[in-house]
C-alpha cells in the first residue's frame, strides 16, 4: 500500500502563485507514474501534469508554461508550482500514483483546496 499526504494550496488572487506538494510513504517502490490531478464543483476529475518515473512530465494543455511538476525519487515526492494563476484554476487538487505495472494499482492524496480570487 502506498500513502500520500499533500500539503501547500490555498486561496491567492488572480495571477499570484502557488506551491502543493505531495509525499508517498509506504510500498514506494511499486510506484511507476505520479501526477497532479484537479477537481472543480460539477466538474470530472482531470489530469493536470504527470510525470513518469524517468522523469517525462506531460501537463494539461491549459496549464502549460504557467505549471511546473517536479518529481524526487530519492525523496518520493512530487511538487507542482503554480505560476499566473487564473480562477478557473479553482479546484480540489490531488496528488496520485499509480503502480507501475500493467492494471495495477492507483493511490490518491487527501486533496487540497486551491482558490483563485478575480
Known amino acids: 500500500q502506498v500513502q500520500l499526504v499533500q500539503s501547500g494550496g490555498g486561496l491567492v488572487q488572480a495571477g499570484g502563485s502557488l506551491r502543493l506538494s505531495c509525499a508517498a510513504s509506504?510500498?514506494?517502490?511499486?510506484?511507476?507514474?505520479m501526477g497532479w490531478h484537479r477537481q472543480a464543483p460539477g466538474k470530472q476529475r482531470e489530469a493536470v501534469a504527470i510525470?513518469?518515473?524517468?522523469?517525462?512530465?506531460n501537463y494539461k494543455h491549459s496549464v502549460m508554461g504557467r505549471f511546473t511538476a517536479s518529481r524526487d525519487n530519492a525523496n518520493n515526492t512530487i511538487d507542482l508550482q503554480m505560476n499566473i494563476l487564473k480562477p478557473e484554476d479553482t479546484a480540489v487538487y490531488y496528488c496520485?500514483?499509480?503502480?507501475?505495472?500493467?492494471?495495477?494499482?492507483?493511490?490518491w492524496g487527501q486533496g487540497t483546496q486551491v482558490t483563485v480570487s478575480s
Open positions: 496520485n500514483a499509480r503502480e507501475s505495472q500493467p492494471f495495477g494499482e492507483s493511490w
Open positions: 509506504g510500498s514506494v517502490s511499486r510506484i511507476g507514474t
Open positions: 510525470i513518469t518515473s524517468g522523469g517525462t512530465t
